[in-house]
């Protein structure tokens, strides 16, 4: 079989219809994701059990199911109940772009709140005390000593949870979203060459890949200015 | 007896506290008044980082009395962080905050907790790095510094706060030989200024010159307390004398 360059170059263009749907999926996920993080971060360090565990329990269950399936429970399964239809956020569960970026959400923002506990406890000890003896109350700690130092640590794996968000987002595409995935299939089923039009969907995402690990390489270097000389 | 309350800045009542089985501090009675320096010295494992630490409630004490400056150290939040605030620290591994410049490292609690303004927090910053010697530092983070630079920032970030009392935990333990005197040379300026300190150390000549009394601990309890001179050349636990002569043989 031959690879028909010219159908990777001619598809690109249209493939990248998907790309909007694909950003929005992205970055609307990864700012609610990380807002819930931190909520279960706060309340996995609260050192109260009843805020602890129920954040560890949630933790572990998205942690412990494939998206794919957390998807599908919320796009097939939720409908199903009268009282989600008659709820207010039947608007939004209604819609698959709704429902994925629901699913995506509440699956990073487990992660996320697990990689912001890991920079949390890497804050030295020492530290929150040179806090303590200056007087600084538990809040202003937490937010002029510990979080800065947190982020910085986290911002690793954190670029690692953004990147592998960016392709869960194709996954939207298994409940009729045309996002890049979604657009890659319906070309596929109009020129029947699913070799061609995946690896220049394949492409595109390394393409996307590159410029975030890039920004999240020069975030770091800027958090990280004061610790080599 | 209310003058003397007044005069007393610290009192320790039959303080004891342990960590497991392990008893750091048992029934320890010490008060410090206005204006006193106290060098505290013993073998490691002793409690006298323990002790200068419930000071200021960062291990709390089991049981007994802790009262700095007349109010009792309790559960109650807001207290603790009022006394915080009075009482300075100085630590033996600096723990400068790495993210902030020296003069920020200054400036944060100045703002957050005497509420100063961003003008007025880096005057009086600037101030107490000039009284350190090394107001030229002022925009550099702290790893770009030297051990003793370090810990003159750090003794400089206490002093801002204007403590009643500052507490000194084995400050120049961490240091290369070469930078211990300029830190020890700005702690006997404090000393001769009239500022009431706790210092556990084991720089004997700093104890010998600036200390009114030296307290010796061993196994969680003060053996002995005495001025310098009783101390050194008139120790009466067999327990001072066996350390005495193990410190200053060299």
Known sequence: MNLQIYLILESIPKM???????????????VLGLSLGIFLLLMRISGRWYLSLPAFIYIYFFR????????????????????????VFWPILREPFGCATLALTLNTGAYVSEILRGGYLGVQRELHEAGMALGLSKLHRFVYVTTPIAVRIAIPAYSNDFISLLKATSLASTITLLDMTGASRTIVAETFA?????????????????FIQRGFGRFEKYMSRYVKP | MKDNDNEAKIILQDVCKSFGDFQALNNINLQVNKGEKIVVCGP???????????????????????????RELTNEVKDID?????????????????????????????KLVRKMNKSKAREVAMGFLERVQI??????????LSGGQQQRV????????????????????????????????????????????????????????????????????????KPPDEFFNNPESKRTKAFLSQILSH
């Open chain 2, 44 to 70: 490691s494992g002793s409690g006298k980082s323990t002790m200068i630490r419930c000071i200021n409630r960062l291990e709390e004490h089991d049981s007994g009395k802790i009262i700095i400056s007349g």
């Open chain 2, 82 to 110: 009022a006394v915080r605030s009075e009482v300075g620290m100085v630590f033996q591994n600096f723990n400068l905050f790495p993210h902030l410049t020296v003069i920020n490292n200054l400036m944060l609690a100045l």
């Open chain 2, 154 to 225: 750090a003794i400089a970030r206490a002093l801002c706060m204007n403590p009643e009392v500052m507490l000194f935990d084995e400050p120049t333990s961490a240091l290369d030989p070469e930078m211990i005197s300029e830190v020890l040379d700005v702690m006997i300026d404090l000393a001769n200024e009239g500022l009431t300190m706790i210092c556990v150390t084991h720089e004997m000549g700093f104890a010998r010159s600036v200390a009114d009394s030296i307290v010796f601990m061993d196994s969680g309890e003060i053996v002995e307390m």
């Open chain 1, 64 to 87: 412990g199911t494939p998206i794919l399936v957390q998807i599908f429970v919320i796009y097939h399964g939720f409908p199903q109940f009268e009282f989600i239809r008659d709820s």
């Open chain 1, 194 to 210: 699913p070799y061609e039009i995946f690896i220049s969907a394949a492409i595109i995402y390394m393409v996307m890949t590159f």
């Open chain 2, 135 to 144: 107001p030229e530092q002022a925009d550099k983070y702290p790893i770009q």
């Open chain 1, 16 to 30: 990248l219809t998907g790309l909007g749907v694909t950003l929005q999926l992205l970055f609307l996920s990864a």
